[in-house]
């Protein structure tokens, strides 16, 4: 069984960017995506409200805590060490600065 306690501190990996169609942000350990055609806030607001969502299910219905971690495809992971490798050297000014994401509470 899950503990709200638990729920309260934990974090999870996530990615945000766009395609040239699409807004999307992943949450790169619960496996969970979310798409918008028009903004990036509104596709991490989504991803926000999935995850939070998805937590309050496990808890609810008592779920084995094995189902926290469910990797994201393959593709998004790529994309997230991307990221990484392009932006190790650059300084933080230069970095787009993500709404901070709220889990679960």
Known sequence: MLSVNKLKN???R???YYDGKYYTAVCLDLGIVEQDKYNLESSVNMLNKAVN???KTIQKHNYPS???YRPAEKKYWRKY???LVENL?????ELCPLPIF???T
């Open 14 to 16: 996530c990615l945000a």
């Open 81 to 83: 060490k991307e990221f």
């Open 89 to 93: 050297e650059a300084p933080k000014s």
């Open 66 to 68: 094995e189902l926290l």
């Open 10 to 12: 934990l974090t999870f």
């Open 53 to 55: 969502s998805y937590l």
């Open 102 to 104: 709220q889990a679960y």
